[in-house]
């Protein structure tokens, strides 16, 4: 990423005159897990967030923001997306929906906006981690900024 070159989060960051810093890591153009990034970030793997993805039976998407080492509650989500039940979207469909990459996508920016929910693990961080919109670079704030910048609301949905 040059200088000057920002993604469509930061822009919308920026436009809502929410701070963040940008942190970047090696990735050779591979999707890396989030536990692996917290590691190249040198970061508390529970502070690096991981953004997924699902839609329901009326191809609605959905989205869950969680840390790193934990697995989405399906079951959870899709209660208080008040649905029947979710699938994770599939890769090859990823960037059709969001705009985003697989190790790339970030809750801010998306094509549309899409109902999101951020794990309720963390309200009490002083700051998490999420993809700025492309692999190798993370955007690093506050998780209410976080909330306000995807429109996001807080639930129990993951599990270890």
Known sequence: MGKNEKTNAMRILDQKGISYETRSYEHQN???DAVKVA????ADPW???KTLVLMDAKNTCYV???PGPCELDLKRAAAAFCVKSLRMLHVDELKPYTGYIRGGCSPIGMKKQYKTLIDSTAIDLPFLF??????GTQLKLKP???LRASGAEYAEISRI
């Open 30 to 32: 591979e999707a890396l």
């Open 39 to 42: 590691e190249l970030l040198q």
């Open 47 to 49: 502070s690096v967030f």
């Open 64 to 66: 869950c923001v969680i």
């Open 130 to 135: 999420v993809s700025a919109g492309q692999i």
């Open 144 to 146: 209410s900024d976080l």
